[in-house]
């Protein structure tokens, strides 16, 4: 009898990325390795939620993204939080990778996040609903814990409850777990870009040459 082979795990990995840099590079390619992806899928947000709005705007953001994974077969671009108006929410987003017509049911989804960004995870639109839709793994960023102890009640509880110490477990669920793993710490953050390049310091080697010769073209982020 002929087994079927499950379906793969693919990471998604959103983010404001104004702009995209080496922390955000390194973290979806640890991934890959770490958590045995098929490959990372970047949705940049058109309008994020929580936040001030981005500098720069979605278009010209998708298109640092674009350039900084131009040549990565692991890494693939999706511009519907771009090209959707209104707020960008991750869960409405999921759902629509849920779809049918897009991954279905049952392949294993697994959102990457910073532990930063898992800590303010309570506070997003119909956040609950996130772990019916997909797994959660939560990179080890510097200068931020997930302790437990310091998370909002309702997200610490949730974080007991799902937390997978086997990463190998993604794979066999199509979403459900949170799981974490270390990274190469690197304190790189798009605020200490924006800041360099606003006084006219160099971010030079905290982010590809070709999303930085972009930023020069086009003159982004040079007053504050
Ligand atoms: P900003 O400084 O403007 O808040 P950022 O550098 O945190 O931006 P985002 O686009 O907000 O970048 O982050 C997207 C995701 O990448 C988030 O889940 C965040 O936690 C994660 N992330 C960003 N920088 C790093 C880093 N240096 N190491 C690990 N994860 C990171």
């Known amino acids: ?11 998604i990995f959103g983010g404001t990325f104004d702009p995209v840099h080496f922390g955000h590079l390194r973290l979806a390619e640890e991934a ?5 992806l098929r ?7 058109g309008r994020p939620a929580l936040r001030d709005t981005p500098r720069v705007g979605p278009r010209q953001r998708l298109d640092m993204v674009r350039l900084a994974i131009a040549g990565n077969p692991r890494f693939e671009l999706d511009s519907s939080e771009v ?7 991750t ?8 779809q049918p017509d897009a991954f279905g049911a049952k392949r294993p989804l697994v959102l990457l996040v910073g532990n930063d960004t898992f800590a303010a995870m309570a506070g997003w639109h119909r956040w609950e609903r ?3 839709l997909a797994h959660v793994a939560v990179a080890h960023r510097p200068g931020y814990s997930i302790d437990p102890e310091s998370l909002p009640p309702e997200l610490a509880a949730v974080f007991r409850r799902r937390s997978c110490r086997d ?3 993604l794979a066999g669920a ?3 777990c949170i799981a974490s793993f270390v990274m190469t710490p690197l304190d790189i953050s798009a605020t200490r870009i924006r800041s360099l390049l606003s006084t006219g310091a160099s971010p030079r080697y905290l982010l590809p040459q070709s999303v930085l010769a972009h930023i020069h073209e086009h003159r982004f982020y040079t007053e504050n």
């Open 39 to 45: 490959g990372v899928r970047w949705i940049p947000a």
């Open 1 to 11: 009898m002929r087994s079927e082979t499950p379906p793969e795990a693919l990471g």
């Open 32 to 36: 890959v390795d770490v958590l045995g």
């Open 167 to 169: 990463i190998g477990r």
């Open 91 to 98: 869960v409405p987003t999921l759902e629509r990778l849920r």
């Open 83 to 89: 090209d959707t108006p209104g707020m960008s929410y």
């Open 130 to 132: 996130l772990f019916e």
């Open 174 to 176: 199509p979403a459900g």
